[in-house]
Every structure is written in structure tokens, then in C-alpha cells.
């Protein structure tokens, strides 16, 4: 089965030219999945950049990467991509380093490796001697440790917020709640058929180890367990008899009784507006005969 990479035509007779060209300083040269790779002593990299640009004609220099090997011990490699446009052919070139050996510098040779090197340096912590300007390119200032190694943990070591008090961006040790740090992904509806290495489980629950969580009731189940603990009907409502509410005959004829000084209601008389009153009293008198106009026709 083919990669899915684009097929790209073999060089003929690069290993020879490259045997030739570096001598001692070439250590390995693989080509896997039709790409070449290459090897090459530490100390020696700028010069071999310099002679694989001029002499094979790798023009450009399209990418650096590390890597890290912890239990190796010159634990991390750079990785160099170099494209030949003339040639149409990528070549890969590699070294090996430790934490404290630096890898020479090649912005002599392409200028762009500059960030390409702080890039490296800033996630993996290799050190680039004679680089313009060494520093973290990525990650903020104050950032402690190297992300991409992997014995970087996952939270970091510390956190980054701003606080309300101090009126600026403070860091912090990380903190995790309890909560956080233990994990279970067994399923918690169902329960896994399979045990997890490191998972074992056993008691507690009654069920066997690597069963997880029980699984939850049965809709049959969820039924008869609410029609149990249903609450009472509520009491229906009735109307309150005349001896609770004192209402009835005897209340209504206390109640039509005079007052005590002899009064009695009245209904009150309807208050009329002077304009109304104007009006009713004009209305009792005789209509007024009608005005003759002014003018002969009439």
C-alpha cells in the first residue's frame, strides 16, 4: 500500500554525490517511503548546509522541527527540510543533541532559519550558537519550560490570569481540584464488557471488576417507583356552612335594624350640576315663538 504523499521522482545517484561531498561528516542515509534522509555530525551542520545549497542546489529552506527521544542520551534531533527547486527533490537533514550541547547556527546560510531556530529553541529547549537573537517566539514571557518535551505536563507548572486586586496579569502554581485528577471512561450508563489495564475495579458496587457504574433502571423500574412514593390526592374543596361563617336570616335581619339614635338610611339624592339645573328649569316655560327674519321676502 502506497502513502498518500505525492510521488515524488528519486534523484539519481544521490547517495554517491552525498558520500563524496561529506565524507565523515555524513553518519546515515535512509530513503523511506521514496524520501531521502541524511544524518550528520552536530558540529558540521553549517558547513554541510553551506555545501548542500551550492553544490547540489537545495535552494530553500522550508522548515525546521525537533524532536525528542527522552531515553536516548542526546535526546533531541533537529530536523531540516530543504527543497531543491531545480531538481524538484526534498531532502531531509538531521542532528543530535542534548540539553546543554548547542547546535551551530545556519542564518549564515538561509536567514530565514532565524525564527525557525527560536521556534525549536522555545518548545524543545535546544540551544543554537550563533543565532541573532535568541528567544521564545511562542510561548508568553516568564513561561517556564519547554512545551513539545515530553516530560512537559500536560496543565504546565503554572497558570495565567489577571487578577482584580493587583490590576494586572499574575502567574500562579496550578492548582487542580480533586475532581479533576482521577478519571474513570468506563461508560457511566451502561458499563464496559472489557476490563481497562490499570482499571481493575473490584466491590463496592456488587458488581464484578471492570463492569464501571451500574446501569440505570428499567423504564418499568422508574414506573412503579414513582407510582410508590406518589403523594396523597389532595383534599377536595367545600363550602363553609352558615354556623362557621355567621352568614344567614338571623345575620341579615341584625343587620336591617334602625341604629341606636333613630336614624335611618335615606337614599341620597342625585347632586346636580349648576348647568343641569339651568337646563330643567328653563324646560318648564313656554317654547318661545319663533324670530322673524329682516327683510322684505319674509
Avoid: C
Avoid at 50 to 67: F, I, N, S
Avoid at 69 to 81: A, G, L, M, Q, S
Amino acid at each position: 500500500m502506497t502513502h498518500p504523499a505525492p510521488l515524488v521522482a528519486p534523484r539519481e545517484n544521490l547517495a554517491a554525490a552525498l558520500e563524496k561531498l561529506l565524507g565523515k561528516d555524513l553518519l546515515a542515509h535512509v530513503r523511506a517511503v521514496d524520501e531521502d534522509s541524511i544524518t550528520v555530525t552536530r558540529e558540521a551542520i553549517a558547513g554541510v548546509m553551506l555545501q548542500l545549497r551550492d553544490a547540489l542546489e537545495y535552494q530553500q529552506l522550508m522548515e525546521m522541527a525537533g524532536v525528542d527521544y527522552p531515553d536516548r542520551p542526546e535526546r533531541f534531533e533537529v530536523v531540516y527540510h530543504l527543497l531543491s527547486v531545480t531538481r524538484n527533490h526534498r531532502l531531509r537533514v538531521r542532528v543530535a543533541t542534548d540539553e546543554a550541547t548547542p547546535v551551530p547556527s545556519v542564518v549564515p546560510v538561509w536567514p530565514n532559519a532565524g525564527w525557525l531556530e527560536r521556534e525549536v529553541f522555545d518548545m524543545y529547549g535546544v540551544l543554537f550558537s550563533g543565532n541573532p537573537d535568541l528567544r521564545r517566539i511562542l510561548t508568553d514571557y516568564g513561561f517556564e519550560g519547554h512545551p513539545q518535551r515530553k516530560d512537559f505536563p500536560l496543565t504546565g507548572y503554572t497558570e495565567l490570569r489577571y487578577s482584580e486586586e493587583d490590576k494586572r496579569v499574575v502567574y500562579e502554581p496550578v492548582r487542580l481540584a480533586q475532581d479533576f485528577r482521577n478519571f474513570d471512561f468506563l461508560s457511566p450508563w451502561e458499563g464496559a464488557d472489557y476490563i481497562l489495564p490499570g482499571d481493575e475495579k473490584a466491590g463496592g458496587t456488587g458488581e464484578a471488576p471492570g463492569k464501571g457504574a451500574p446501569s440505570p433502571m428499567t423504564a418499568d423500574a422508574v414506573k412503579k417507583a414513582g407510582e410508590a412514593k406518589a403523594p396523597p390526592p389532595p383534599t377536595p374543596k367545600t363550602t363553609d356552612r352558615e354556623a362557621q361563617t355567621g352568614a344567614g336570616k338571623g345575620a341579615n335581619k341584625a343587620a336591617a335594624r334602625p341604629s341606636k339614635d333613630g336614624a335611618k338610611a335615606k337614599p341620597a339624592a342625585k347632586s346636580k350640576t349648576p348647568a343641569t339645573a339651568k337646563a330643567e328649569k328653563g324646560s318648564s316655560k313656554a317654547p318661545a315663538k319663533p324670530r322673524k327674519p329682516k327683510g322684505g321676502d319674509a
